[in-house]
């Protein structure tokens, strides 16, 4: 778990989420060694506006895509988010 950041934006057009070794806030920890932690990166400075999923069914683009906005969310309360770094 970790407190997250908010760093001031340049410009009114730029926009940065950038999670590290983010877990789903609801999997418990017996079940947290078999889960694969995820990195999120939403940076429109870069050119990385937009996030687009696909693979295979059951691979997890749901689990991530739920994940992400739980984590943004959490962070907008005051929340401590399930990641390295937020």
Same mark, same amino acid.
């Given at each position: 778990? &970790? /407190?997250?950041?908010?760093?001031?934006?340049? +410009?009114?057009?730029? +926009?940065?989420? +950038?999670?590290?070794?983010?877990? !789903?806030? &609801?999997?418990?920890? +017996? !079940?947290?060694? !078999?889960?694969?932690?995820?990195?999120?990166?939403?940076?429109?400075?870069?050119? #990385?506006?937009?996030?687009?999923?696909?693979?295979?069914?059951?691979?997890?683009?749901?689990?991530?895509? /739920?994940?992400?906005?739980?984590?943004?969310?959490?962070?907008?309360?005051?929340?401590?988010?399930?990641? #390295?770094? &937020?």
């Amino acid at each position: 778990m &970790c /407190r997250p950041v908010f760093v001031q934006a340049e +410009s009114a057009d730029h +926009s940065l989420l +950038s999670v590290k070794e983010m877990i !789903h806030p &609801c999997v418990t920890m +017996s !079940h947290k060694k !078999h889960f694969i932690p995820n990195d999120t990166l939403l940076d429109n400075k870069a050119n #990385q506006s937009l996030l687009l999923v696909t693979g295979p069914n059951m691979g997890g683009k749901s689990t991530l895509l /739920r994940q992400t906005a739980l984590a943004a969310i959490l962070a907008q309360i005051g929340c401590f988010v399930p990641a #390295q770094q &937020c």
